[in-house]
């Protein structure tokens, strides 16, 4: 790092990205700064800086030795960090002194956490420790270690299963009546993935229970249509809270679209029906997206919103790990719910190979996306040509 460089990014003091340490001798302090720069995206930590911004410097006694600063930082990340991290370190020399630069990248194994097992992350320029269950599994989820569909949905057990749903589903996918395989029903549904120990997990319940929005009331779809483009309008046209299997989900997602938007002529002669202002192929697909890619542990329904000048699709959670907009626009995704992606083919319009964002701009281009960590929400935004 060139000396310019160094005093410009001091000069704009800490963010969520830069933090100054006038030295380090805790070594249990400095493993909270890299298990929080670790677990939030990377950063660096700038030693021999004062709070302020102005760099104090250090003495070369301070890098050699036992106690010295080349031995601690490496030590710390490998270990008194869990899981170990590797970090890079720069020596620059100012008038004041050294500086040394110490460079944490995002962690591809979080969470991380200190000796102590206390998870930290960056919270602006400090650092706050996580406490809270949701926080908590929403780490977890990120690393691959726990699925929200894969969770319990405790009060919901095998005989709240629609059993001639899951029947007719059973023997059309496998060729074979259920009573012949000769498996009991619960171990039947724990083969598959759907429950553990008589309770059906999110999914099953989600796919196959009779009323599954009785024990999960937020996995719903709340569908509101606007005469205007204002979401604070006193007034709507048609609103609906949508429950039921996901499947009879969708259907009505759907009708509910399709009822409150227009049907248009086109080339068509006079008496023909029309056609969808928005075409069905972008509306199944983005749909069926936000059933497939919600995050499950956020307690939250996904809303539709119709206004005259568009239709907001808006599903909890933002898009899972190092995932961009740019990422799903080209046809690269993540599987956030592997359990439900397993079987939504089966019932629903759903390809799960990553094209299904490629194939609804292709089918109707003029659909904007918002990933909006702030608000912990992916926003889908379809401009309707008026």
């Known amino acids: 790092m060139e000396t310019s460089e160094l005093l410009e990014i001091l000069s704009r003091g800490e963010d969520g990205k830069h933090q100054f340490k006038a030295d380090i001798v805790n070594g249990t302090a400095l493993a909270a700064e890299i298990a929080a720069f670790s677990n939030s995206g990377g950063g660096r930590i700038f030693i021999g800086v004062s709070d302020d911004g102005s760099p104090s410097g250090l003495g070369p006694d301070r890098l050699r030795g036992e106690r010295g600063l080349n031995q601690l ?28 630069v110490v460079t944490v990248y995002d962690g591809i194994a979080k969470p991380y956490m200190d000796n102590q097992g206390a998870i930290w992350v960056k919270s602006g320029s400090d650092k706050r420790k996580v406490t809270s269950r949701e ?17 319990p949905a405790n009060g919901i057990t095998t005989a709240d299963l629609d059993l001639e749903y899951f029947k007719l589903f059973y023997e059309r996918e496998f060729a074979e009546e259920l ?6 029903l619960p ?9 553990k120990d008589g309770v059906l997990n999110i999914a099953g319940a989600l796919l196959f229970a009779k009323t599954p929005q009785v024990r999960l009331p937020t996995f719903i779809v709340k569908a509101v249509s606007f005469p205007g483009v204002d979401i604070t309008d006193s007034k709507y046209l048609d609103s609906k809270d949508i429950d039921g299997k996901l499947a009879d989900v969708y259907s009505k997602c759907m009708s509910f679209l399709l009822v409150n938007t227009r049907a248009v002529q086109g080339n068509r002669s006079f008496n023909s029906i029309g056609q969808p202002e928005i075409p069905r192929e972008a509306l199944e697909e983005l749909v069926v997206n936000a059933f497939m890619h919600r995050d499950y542990f956020v307690s939250a329904p996904i809303r539709i919103l119709i206004f005259s000048d568009r239709i907001e699709i808006i599903s909890p959670g933002h898009l899972p790990n190092n995932l961009t907009i740019e990422n799903i626009i080209s046809g690269n995704s993540n599987i956030r719910n592997p359990v439900l992606v397993s079987f939504a083919s089966k019932l629903l319009p759903y390809r799960g190979i990553g094209s299904g964002i490629r194939r609804a701009l292709r089918a109707y281009p003029d659909i ?6 702030s608000n912990n929400c992916f926003i889908v935004t379809i401009v309707r040509n008026q």
């Open 368 to 373: 904007r996306f918002l990933d909006d960590k």
């Open 135 to 151: 926080e908590l599994q929403r780490m977890f989820q990120s690393a691959g270690l726990v699925h929200g569909d894969e969770v």
């Open 187 to 195: 171990r039947l549904l724990e083969n598959m993935n759907l429950a």
């Open 179 to 184: 009573e012949s395989t000769g498996t009991p």
């Open 73 to 100: 930082i490496p030590n710390v990340a490998t270990n008194q960090v869990l899981p170990p991290v590797n970090v890079t370190t720069e020596n620059v020399l100012l008038p004041t002194g050294l500086v040394i």
